[in-house]
Nanobody, 124 residues
Framework: QVQLVESGGGLVQAGDSLRLSCAAS????????MGWFRQPPGKEREFVAA????????YYVDSVKGRFTISRDNAKDTVYLQMNSLKSEDTAVYYC?????????????????WGQGTQVTVSS
């Protein structure tokens, strides 16, 4: 079992930055790749970013490349999402998730543990 708790969301203005954190507890965090997903209002959940179990490989959806950075600290069992130059279209509930594999993946079906989500609202 892995429990995930996100924090760091909030209301910001366009162009601002936020850093989301996802604290994990339970077994095997450091052996799992991790991902961030988001669900905009009235839309389906979508992939945002993923990181391999060692943290040396990352992958992003095109819309956040160059603005968002995913990272992890296995000593602290925490994964982060640094979000810069935020836009109104980044408004969503953000979820972190733990995959059942080492290598990063964009497929939500590979993630078997999910956090409760944290709201990010960007006003224009």
């Amino acid at each position: 079992q892995v429990q995930l708790v996100e924090s760091g969301g909030g209301l910001v203005q366009a162009g601002d930055s936020l850093r989301l954190s996802c604290a994990a507890s339970g077994r095997d965090f450091s052996s799992r790749s991790m991902g961030w997903f988001r669900q905009p209002p009235g839309k389906e959940r979508e992939f945002v970013a993923a990181i391999s179990w060692t943290g040396d490989v990352t992958y992003y959806v095109d819309s956040v490349k160059g603005r968002f950075t995913i990272s992890r600290d296995n000593a602290k069992d925490t994964v982060y999402l640094q979000m810069n130059s935020l836009k109104s279209e980044d408004t969503a509930v953000y979820y972190c998730a733990a995959a059942n594999q080492y290598r990063y993946t964009v497929d939500s079906r590979a993630y078997d543990y999910w956090g409760q989500g944290t709201q990010v609202t960007v006003s224009s």
